[in-house]
């Protein structure tokens, strides 16, 4: 999950572009999208944190929940990489190989930034999370 940069895009990243690359998906793009985000995917740990088991859409759920009680607004969730490029193109076998969810979010200040890090190790390192 976008681990470079925290699952932040630049607002440049998450601006519409103005020769509209975005497209409806088709049925099929629909279920494979879907099946991703419903998928029991193994979260690893490092050091002492245990291996987790979540969906993504909890995963989401949960975060952009925290953020806007936070008074964080989010414009959009992105999938991004592999997974993307799986969920566009028919499988060729290859699949995916992890998850980069891009969270496009209005932030102010260093303050937002720290909130939102914040948010993202609290979710995905709370039982409740595991339990939602």
Same mark, same amino acid.
């Given at each position: 999950?976008?681990? &470079?940069?925290?699952?932040?895009?630049? +607002?440049?990243?998450? =601006?519409?572009?103005?020769?509209?690359?975005?497209?409806?998906?088709?049925?099929?793009?629909?279920?494979?999208?879907?099946?991703?985000?419903?998928?029991?995917?193994?979260? @690893?740990?490092?050091?002492?944190?245990?291996?987790?088991?979540?969906? +993504?859409?909890?995963?989401?759920?949960?975060?952009? =929940?925290? !953020?806007?009680?936070?008074?964080?607004?989010?414009?959009?969730?992105?999938?991004?990489?592999?997974?993307?490029? @799986?969920? !566009?193109? &028919?499988? =060729?076998?290859?699949?995916?190989?992890? #998850?980069?969810?891009?969270?496009?979010?209005? !932030?102010?200040?260093?303050? &937002?930034?720290?909130? #939102? %890090?914040?948010?993202?190790?609290?979710? !995905?390192?709370?039982? %409740?999370?595991?339990?939602?």
């Amino acid at each position: 999950m976008a681990e &470079e940069d925290g699952g932040m895009a630049s +607002p440049a990243e998450c =601006s519409v572009p103005s020769s509209s690359g975005f497209s409806v998906l088709s049925w099929e793009q629909v279920q494979r999208l879907d099946n991703i985000l419903t998928e029991t995917i193994p979260i @690893h740990g490092r050091g002492n944190f245990p291996t987790l088991e979540m969906q +993504p859409r909890q995963i989401v759920k949960a975060v952009r =929940s925290r !953020l806007e009680q936070s008074a964080i607004r989010v414009r959009d969730v992105r999938l991004n990489g592999s997974a993307a490029s @799986h969920v !566009l193109h &028919e499988d =060729s076998g290859l699949g995916y190989k992890d #998850l980069d969810l891009i969270f496009c979010a209005d !932030l102010k200040g260093e303050s &937002e930034f720290q909130t #939102l %890090l914040g948010i993202q190790c609290a979710e !995905l390192y709370s039982p %409740l999370s595991t339990q939602e």
